[in-house]
């Protein structure tokens, strides 16, 4: 019967067509298959969330930008160059920085930046400057401080780190000096692990791994109090300097180990305080299971980037008598911490450390 039909050329080539559109089709739903479900980073460059940037607000006013909503989108939207406008008839110039990652090393700064730095809408200094930590760098000026920005926009943020301006003395009063409407961005972690994260630099067999111990008159092995890499995990000593030149309001403190878990969540909390437009999302990140750490996804690529070996390394183990003085001795810091800030971390000691 099938052959009847087909006998004539004409029906022949009714079919061949019938056949091609039918191929198209399934092609066609296959990809947008592919852009909309697939999790991962196989899928398409803006399958997520995307919406067109709100204007970025120069004065700040948060309640201006609203974070997308609404269904999913199915087609892709521009490229990555329609994610950011610069505004008409302006040219690049040096600005200083409108935020500042203040510390603290060891925490997940360098971490911060590279993801912040996927942002359109920010630009960062190329390497940390210690100009408000260093003496040699602060008697050069801060139009020195200046001339080592990036070029950017008006409407872009100048973003830069260095992992101890949150302990100087000098910086919140320096800080303030370059601008009072500075963001400040703090990350911090369970001072016990940022102190194993310092060991850990130290040579497995060298003595200096326990420097932070030491044995009192009568024999015993106690906590040494004065050692620099404590000091700097006694976080409400930093912050009470901070406060007496900035509000509470302005330093946005996250947790490095929520960083390392989940930095979507982390990543647009820090977007909605530095009232940029809300474009970073899942689509910027992905967890490299060998490292086990996320890797950056910048809207140019689809291949991840991930940070250097120098991070993510082997802590050293410690045994539960030091891990329990340990957690002593940082447990009324981190309370007095708490309380100043209106929150709390989950600082308590854990498997590893
Ligand atoms: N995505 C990703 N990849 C790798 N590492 C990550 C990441 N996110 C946060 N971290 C954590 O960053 C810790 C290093 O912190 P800093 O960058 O502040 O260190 S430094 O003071 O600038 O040297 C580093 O500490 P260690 O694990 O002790 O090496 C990491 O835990």
Redesign the pocket.
């Known amino acids: 019967m099938i052959s009847t039909v087909f006998t004539s050329r004409k029906s022949k080539a009714i079919a061949i067509w019938c056949g091609v559109l039918l191929l198209v089709l399934c092609f066609h739903f296959y990809v947008s298959y592919q852009r909309v479900e697939l999790p991962g980073i196989g899928r398409s460059l803006y399958g997520d969330n995307y919406r067109d940037p709100p204007p970025y607000n120069q004065a700040g006013d948060a309640k201006t930008i609203k974070r997308p909503t609404g269904p999913k989108q199915t087609t892709p939207p521009a490229g990555p160059k329609q994610l950011y406008t610069p505004p008409k008839n302006e040219e690049k110039k040096q600005r200083f920085p409108k935020a500042l990652i203040v510390?603290?090393?060891?925490?997940?700064?360098?971490?911060?930046i590279?993801?912040l730095n996927m942002h359109p809408y920010v630009t960062i200094a190329k390497r940390?400057m210690h100009f408000f930590d260093r003496d040699e760098n602060w008697s050069r000026g801060y139009n020195w401080y200046k001339s080592q920005m990036p070029r950017s926009y008006s409407n872009q943020m100048t973003i830069e780190?260095s992992?101890s301006y949150v302990e100087h003395p000098r910086t919140p009063s320096a800080v303030r000096r370059m601008s009072k409407d500075t963001y400040i961005l703090w990350?911090v972690?369970d001072p016990v692990?940022?102190l194993?994260?310092?060991m850990?630099l130290q040579d497995e067999n060298s003595n200096l791994r326990h420097a932070y111990l030491e044995y009192s008159r009568d024999g015993k092995l106690q906590i040494r109090k004065e050692y620099y890499p404590l000091w700097r995990g006694e976080y409400v000593i930093h912050l009470r300097r901070w406060l007496r030149y900035f509000p509470l309001a302005q330093i946005h403190v996250l947790d490095?180990?929520d960083?390392?878990k989940d930095?979507v969540t982390q990543i647009q909390q820090v977007e909605s305080f530095l009232q940029l437009p809300p474009l970073l999302g899942p689509r910027n990140f992905y967890f490299n299971a060998s490292?086990g750490?996320?890797?950056?996804v910048p809207f140019s690529t689809t291949t991840p980037q991930?940070?250097?070996s120098?991070?993510?390394?082997?802590?050293p183990v410690i045994n539960d008598t030091v891990k329990t003085m340990l957690y002593d001795f940082f447990r009324p810091y981190n309370e007095q911490f708490f309380k100043l800030l209106g929150k709390r971390f989950n600082w308590e000691p854990k498997e590893r450390v």
């Not at 510390?103 to 911060?112: F, M, N, S, Y």
């Not at 120098?310 to 802590?315: D, L, T, V």
């Open positions: 510390g603290t090393g060891k925490c997940g700064t360098r971490a911060l590279d993801y940390e780190k992992p990350v972690k692990v940022r194993m994260s310092v850990a490095g180990t960083l390392v930095p490292k750490f996320y890797c950056m991930c940070l250097g120098s991070k993510g390394r082997k802590h």
